[in-house]
């Protein structure tokens, strides 16, 4: 059995170690491809150098070596259409068709869809850069804060949340001008400010049955308590329990995904793959923040390690239309992941610095390597990334437990301008300031 994973950063790598780890895969001698792999993903798999973009060579390689399942990591070859590209070439693949993707790379159609749905959300309107001054005349109606996000896909940073009126029609501005987000921000949407707590919730689907994984919390600011500028992620939770109850999964299930994953069926993109909902949870309701196409990062570091039934089962169930008889279970465990970052992320940050250490981590942690490359001399490992380690705590006691693990681990990973958050799970443990 073959599998190629197309993505190299630490989300792919735990998707690399999740289907290693499933006993289908053991059971039919399976082997994995990764493109472009790096340090960290060599124990589980061997590396293609062939671009996470180029899909139409990704395709060939695929028809070539005979893969079975190819899993798609990330966003930006889901919106270019790599699911299209392989299913029109008899090649199996867990995600979904570029328009099914449009759910994460146009906020526009996100909100229409979600607005036609029915489905819990802040209300919005949309704009775009023909007319600027609709934008400011509907800022002056607005409440503050407002938040306003770029339509299309902008690396987690099209996102900007305006506490005065000065600095929303100043990013209306910067929006317009195309300089800050190019093609990406010349629409945009105006939404009203949620406040509450926000989860990662996981729906695995094949278009019209799902399956939940446990919830997640991700930490998506770079300074402790939430501070500072927004990041592609630097540390997550799971499970996020006191979300996870009957009533709150009923109304994640009946409110969300079950009408969107009907409204995409009925418009012509069914939605296969992975459904990341960020919600919003609001005085107990939820309310959708926005959606992704695609298995969040770093919050899958923290989720498949706790899945306990068959992860390749699972990727295959999605794409072969048969979740409904899939069987879904966890383990009754915690996990944390800690990200270490090169000093300077999200901003400018020098590379190449030696990772010492990683062979030093215990039994209760998992290390999933993103920014790593080996050093010149061809042992050295060395940082090439601004994310470059995740670091998962595990824990069968408590998260608390989880938490202090993943620290003792990280704390014994050391490369010059090492950055971490010291709080990730402060919402779930009153003990982390
Ligand atoms: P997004 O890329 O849409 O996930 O937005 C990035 C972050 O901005 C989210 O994780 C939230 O923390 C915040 N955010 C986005 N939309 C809203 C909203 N309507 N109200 C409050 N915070 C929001
Ligand atoms: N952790 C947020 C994301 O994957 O978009």
């Known amino acids: 059995m073959k599998i190629l994973i197309v993505g190299n950063g630490g989300r792919e790598n735990a998707l690399a170690y999740a289907v290693y780890n499933s006993a289908s895969f053991r059971d039919n001698s399976g082997k994995i491809f990764i493109t472009t792999g790096n340090p960290g993903t060599e124990e589980f798999s061997e ?6 973009t180029d899909i139409s060579s990704l395709a060939d390689f695929a028809g070539k070596e005979k893969i079975d399942l190819t899993i798609a990591g990330a966003e930006i070859p889901l919106s270019m259409g790599i699911a299209d590209e392989f299913e029109s070439r008899g090649l199996k693949i867990f995600g979904p068709s570029k328009r099914a993707a449009e759910i994460e790379s146009s906020k526009i159609f996100s909100k229409k869809m979600m607005r036609e749905a029915g489905v819990p959300t802040a209300e919005y ?7 600027p001054d609709e934008a400011t005349d509907y800022l002056r109606k607005c409440s503050f804060p407002v938040v306003i996000k770029a339509d299309g896909l902008a690396a987690g940073k099209g996102v900007v949340i305006c506490e005065d009126i000065q600095t929303a029609e100043a990013t209306v501005k910067e929006l317009c001008s195309g300089n800050s987000f190019g093609e990406a921000g010349k629409k945009f949407i105006i ?9 990662s919730v996981f729906a695995v689907t094949d278009g019209t049955d799902h399956v939940l994984l446990p919830f997640s919390q991700d930490h998506k600011k770079i300074s402790d308590g939430e501070k500072g500028n927004n990041t592609g992620g630097m540390g997550a939770v799971a499970p996020v329990k006191k979300f996870m109850t009957k009533d709150m999964t009923d109304k994640i299930n009946g409110k969300i995904i079950r009408p969107v994953l009907k409204y995409m069926k009925d418009h012509g993109r069914e939605f296969k793959g992975c459904l990341y909902c960020g919600l919003m949870i609001v005085n107990d309701e939820p309310f959708v923040i926005e959606f992704n196409c695609r298995f969040g990062d770093p919050e899958t570091q923290a989720v498949l390690p706790l899945l306990s039934s068959d992860f390749l089962e699972l990727l295959y169930a999605s794409a072969e239309g048969k979740i409904q008889d899939y069987l879904i279970s966890f383990r009754n465990e915690f996990t944390c992941c800690v990200v270490l970052a090169s000093g300077g992320y999200p901003g400018e940050f020098e590379k190449g610095k030696i990772i010492n250490g990683l062979d030093k981590t215990e039994k209760d942690c998992l290390v999933f390597h993103s920014g790593t490359v080996y050093g010149s001399n061809g042992s050295d490992i060395v940082t090439n990334g601004g994310r470059v380690l995740s670091v998962v705590g595990i824990s069968d006691v408590s998260l608390e437990d989880a938490v202090s693990a993943a620290y003792r ?25």
């Not at 309107?125 to 007319?131: G, T």
């Not at 939404?191 to 989860?199: A, D, H, V, Y």
């Open 47 to 52: 590396s293609i150098n062939i671009s996470s």
């Open 125 to 131: 309107n949309s704009f775009s850069d023909d007319n």
């Open 191 to 199: 939404e009203k400010f949620l406040s509450g707590e926000e989860i």
């Open 409 to 433: 681990n990280a704390g014994r990973i050391e490369f010059e301008y090492k950055y971490n958050r010291t709080d990730i799970g402060f919402r779930q443990i009153k003990s982390i300031k």
